[in-house]
């Protein structure tokens, strides 16, 4: 994938909600196609996706609930040091924040590093996933 480049699948989707914003983190891109595998077979729809390096104040203002943690600076320094690759997603299920949930802890027990580099960020809220989607995708 080329940086900056933003690809939309299931364009007929359209009408469908976006319930879940994620983010396939830093130093992890490598296992790009196993994270789309396992989200598209968990039966999810990826409605877009970009590949990007997020900018500092992209960092701060997706993680702002945690500006007053010693480790807010280092997570968005984290984030903001190598190309990573956001996504909206629609899937047909009663909790959706719950259903990638699951998703998020398998990789970041599989390919976690610590409690930063754990591969995968997922929003934890409906109300975060719209506020985190205009965050990245205007």
């Known amino acids: 994938m080329k940086s900056l480049q933003k690809f939309i699948y299931e364009s007929e989707e359209t009408s469908k909600p976006i319930n879940a914003f994620i983010i396939l983190k830093p130093e992890f891109l ?17 409605k877009e996706m970009i590949e990007l390096t997020l900018s500092p104040n992209q960092a701060k203002r997706l993680y702002k609930m945690h500006c007053d943690e010693d480790w807010f600076k280092d997570l968005c320094d984290y984030m903001a040091s190598g190309p990573c690759v956001c ?25 976690g590093k610590d409690e930063m580099k754990n591969m995968m960020h997922s929003s934890d809220s409906l109300k975060n996933v719209e506020r985190e989607k205009n965050i990245i995708f205007k």
């Open 30 to 46: 490598e296992y790009q196609q196993e994270w789309l595998d396992k989200i598209m077979d968990s039966g999810w729809t990826v």
């Open 87 to 111: 996504a909206i997603c629609h899937k047909d299920c009663k909790k959706p924040i719950k259903d990638m949930k699951q998703i998020k802890y398998y990789f970041r027990d599989k390919y």
